[in-house]
């Protein structure tokens, strides 16, 4: 469209998995395909926002007028997001960040052993990115996390809400069938202080164009 509703707005995504390497040929990593944190960043774009997308490894074209920022592990989505976080208005958390990584890689491939059946590893915490970026003390951006959870939703959400400091979450059900990791389509309760707003089952991106809009209200509000 030839209409700019968010221009000169600067918003960061975070997108897809991250992968946390076990030994030169492992990972630990999980299902997200990157598809949610990818039509959002097209339908912040399409209105005429400055989108940075730090993305894990996925298998997707960058969507137009996107600087796209490529990364692997939990540790390097960390580094770029927080370099990127002071200059944005707004970071958004929609990535599947693992939680834990390897306390130690090992340099070679991990051989099986004939003398155990089992093999024990040792993970040590991830860096919580949103939580980092909410935690900025000067020019601290408006942070939008996602939840994604198996049971009691919106309660685990609205803890994530207040523990990391954020000023929205998309709470994400992903027990239910036909949404969520790796689907077309998603459903949504966005959750702030003072409101909330369910975003029905839709397609991704017409998902995204509603949620979009629904950050900009609540950014825009924050401003005055
Ligand atoms: O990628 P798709 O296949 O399209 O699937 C979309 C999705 C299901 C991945 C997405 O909609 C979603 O719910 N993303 C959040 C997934 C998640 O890991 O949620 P969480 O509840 O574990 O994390 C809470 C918030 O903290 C999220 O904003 C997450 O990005 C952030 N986080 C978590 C851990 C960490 N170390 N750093 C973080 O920034």
């Given at each position: 469209s030839t209409e700019q509703p968010f221009k000169g707005l600067k918003v960061t995504i975070t997108a897809g998995p991250t992968r946390e390497a076990i030994d030169p040929v492992r990972f630990i990593s999980n299902h997200s395909s990157g598809k949610m944190g990818f039509a959002l960043a097209r339908a912040f774009a399409e209105q005429g926002a400055q989108v940075s997308l730090v993305a894990g490894p996925v298998n997707l074209a960058t969507p137009q007028n996107v600087r796209r920022y490529d990364v692997e592990s939990a540790q390097q989505m960390h580094d770029v997001t927080l370099s990127l976080a002071p200059q944005q208005d707004i970071v958004i958390g929609c990535a599947a960040v693992a939680d834990y990584r390897m306390q130690t890689v090992a340099e070679q491939k991990l051989k099986k052993t004939d003398d155990s059946e089992q093999l024990v590893l040792t993970l040590v915490k991830n860096p919580d990115i949103i939580a980092a970026v909410a935690a900025l003390?000067?020019?601290r951006p408006f942070v939008v996390g996602f939840a994604a959870e198996t049971q009691a939703v919106l309660d685990y959400a609205a803890q994530k809400l207040q523990r990391k400091n954020l000023d929205m979450i998309c709470a994400n059900?992903?027990?239910?069938?036909?949404?969520?990791?790796?689907?077309?389509h998603n459903a949504l309760t966005v959750l702030w202080k003072g409101g909330q707003q369910q975003l029905p089952l839709s397609d991704k991106y017409s998902l995204s164009q509603k949620l979009a809009a629904l950050i900009v209200q609540q950014y825009r509000a924050s401003q005055s």
């Open positions: 003390s000067a020019q059900d992903v027990a239910l069938q036909g949404q969520g990791f790796n689907s077309e």
